[in-house]
């Protein structure tokens, strides 16, 4: 019977260290598989990269609560070129303004001296014109003979008649030559003696057949009369 009992404590301890033993391997094994597994787990956090999340533009309410100030710094720092270049603009224009105004100015006083001079050159004419005809000719006449003619009988009433015999009383004279000179001193149209006399009728009696006229048909009308009395004493005396 003890036998017995012995042989089952022997098979007992024989199955306990066979369980015993499977154990332990089995723990190695489990033990081993675990540390792989960690190995594995760790190379996996360390190979994949952590996923970078996207930036999201700021809100309007985030902008308005103060969350985009950098991106209306930037928003401000990309207008200050345009700004700049407005400005340099604007200021371009307003001098060009500025000189087109001038240059209307300017040409608005030339045109007004322009006009003002015209005016004045055209008054100036006018009178001139005015102190003719009240010489006695009409403004533009240059011929001597026309001009005696004309004041003859404007001023003294004479006619034809008279202006035949004034006519051959200066053909004898001077032959109607301005600048005719005698020996004697006696000068012009009339042939004053001295010239210097006309002087009284204009201060151009050197050259003006019109006041060596006038004062030569005052000296006929003054001395003879008429310009028939003055030519009939010349006929009578070759000299008047």
Known sequence: MWRVRRLLQHAAVAVGVSALAAGVVASGLNQTSATETAAVSS???VAAPTPVQPMAA????????GDGSRFERNTRSDTRP???LESALLTRSKALDSQHAARVKQQKAIKKKRAAAAAAKKKAAAERKKRIRALGYEPGT????????QIMNSKYGWGSSEFSCYNKLIMSESNWVVTAANPS??????????????AS????????PATQIIWGLRYVKDVYGTPCGAWSFKQGHNWY
């Open 43 to 45: 190379v996996s956090r």
């Open 58 to 65: 700021p809100s309007a309410d985030a902008l308005r609560a």
């Open 82 to 84: 345009r700004l700049s």
């Open 142 to 149: 240059t011929n001597p003979r026309d001009i005696a003619r």
């Open 185 to 198: 001193g006696a000068y012009g149209i009339p042939q004053s003696l001295p010239g210097s006399k006309m």
């Open 201 to 208: 009728a204009g201060s151009d009696w050197r050259t003006n």
